[in-house]
Every structure is written in C-alpha cells, then in structure tokens.
C-alpha cells in the first residue's frame, strides 16, 4: 500500500505502508515529524494528520479517547483529523494523501 504524504513544509512524498503497521509507525519510520510521545495510545496527540474527508467516512468512528484528544488541537477539523496511531492499515487505503498538522504548543 502507497499512500502521499504531505509534510509541514508541504513537501510531497510517496511512502510504503506496510502490513502490520500503524498510519503513525509507518510516518515516524520514514523520517516524517511524529513524535508519538506516547508511543501510540491516543493520549499526545503528537500523531495528529488530516486524511480526505472521504477517506475518514470509510475508517468508521473514532474512538472517545481520540476524539476528546483531537478536540483539544487548536487545528483540530472534525471532518478530516485522525490521530494517526489510531489508524490501521487496509488495502483500501492505497493512495490516500495524509498531510501531516501543524505543530501545536
Ligand atoms: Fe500519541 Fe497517537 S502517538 S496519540
């Protein structure tokens, strides 16, 4: 699975995503600015990424711990944020763009 990745400086970069990985174990792996301080429990918020608005419909609600995450990001966007570490990967997910949010204080 290929998907594009847009990074903060809105560099465009195509990155395997492989079986068994997480969306944010596959960002953090390809150098791309995921701290994942909390190692991909849903508690930092460090792996926030805005994926399309229809590519979210497809993933299913989010969990309550994620959304209560999100909401507090100042760039939170209910259609499109995901915490990246709560994303698992399916084949459908091939050649999605994740643009990967702006770092928050
Ligand atoms: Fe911490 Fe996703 S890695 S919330």
Request: proline share 5%; aromatic share 4%; glycine share 6%.
């Amino acid at each position: 699975t290929t998907i594009n990745v847009v990074d903060r400086d809105g560099q465009r970069r195509g990155v395997e995503w492989e079986p068994g990985q997480s969306l944010m174990e596959t960002l953090r792996d390809n150098d791309f600015p995921i701290l994942a301080s909390c190692g991909g429990t849903a508690s930092c918020a460090t792996c926030h990424v805005f994926l399309d608005k229809a590519v979210v419909d497809t993933l299913g609600p989010r969990s309550s711990d994620e959304l209560e995450l999100l909401e507090e990001q100042e760039a939170y966007d209910p259609e499109t944020s995901r915490l990246s570490c709560q994303v698992e990967r399916c084949e459908s997910l091939d050649g999605i763009t994740v643009t990967i949010a702006p770092e928050e204080d």
